[in-house]
Antibody, heavy 121, light 109 residues
């Protein structure tokens, strides 16, 4: 079955960087786009950006431009999201989510299980 | 770009129907039939319930339906069941980005 498995929880200090992984299985990795969405404690969902696993092209939400980098490794069907210059407001659960292979996003399915990133001094 | 607007909470009794609204602008909800809805139970990842305004993925109950008029999309859940109690988020394609609503907590009384 289609599955996205993310890396484990992280605790980081302000100013540090974090890199979260998302390993895909059960489908052809390069045939679908991948997104990162985060959810702060008790808050709603926030889209961070998209990566096309086929060519590696990316597009980031304006809010995160300059701080986020999304990459992929086609040999292991894994996408990565690195967020730098962390601050306390970045404390959140980070999800990867697969979408249709088009810049016009129709759906997100499935989602990874989520990775809690805690930023604290 | 601002988040889409949803009511913070709705409630209904078992067997009743409820509707959750999602208001955007002519640049997102109003421009594209690319609205989707996600159900999220506490501590779990979101799950797609509706996509492209009204389409249901395989396995999703036909008690869930979607619609859109102008800049506002709606999710209707009929025949409410206890298991429907969850947070619901709308989502819209918006040119170079994706917008989510703030979420609606559904309580089944």
């Amino acid at each position: 079955q289609v599955q996205l498995v993310q890396s484990g929880a992280e605790v980081k200090k302000p100013g540090a960087s974090v890199k979260v992984s998302c390993k895909a299985s059960g489908y052809t990795f390069t045939n679908y786009y991948m997104h990162w969405v985060r959810q702060a404690p008790g808050q709603g969902l926030e889209w961070m950006g998209i990566i096309n696993p086929s060519g590696g092209s990316t597009s980031y939400a304006q809010k995160f431009q300059g701080r986020v980098t999304m990459t992929r490794d086609t040999s292991t069907s894994t996408v990565y999201m690195e967020l730098s210059t962390l601050r306390s407001e970045d404390t959140a659960v980070y999800y990867c989510a697969r979408s249709n292979a088009s810049p016009m996003i129709r759906w997100f399915d499935p989602w990874g299980q989520g990775t809690l990133v805690t930023v604290s001094s | 770009q601002s988040a889409l607007t949803q009511p913070a909470s709705v409630s209904g009794s078992p067997g009743q129907s409820i509707t959750i609204s999602c208001t955007g602008t002519s640049s997102d909800v109003g421009s594209y039939n690319l609205v989707s809805w996600y159900q999220q139970h506490p501590g779990k990842a979101p799950k797609v319930m509706i996509y492209e305004v009204y389409k249901r993925p395989s396995g999703v109950s036909n008690r869930f339906s979607g619609s859109k008029s102008g800049n506002t999309a709606s999710l209707t859940i009929s025949g409410l069941q206890a298991e429907d109690e969850a947070d619901y988020y709308c989502c819209s394609y918006a040119s170079t980005s994706v917008l989510f609503g703030g979420g609606t907590k559904l309580t089944v009384l």
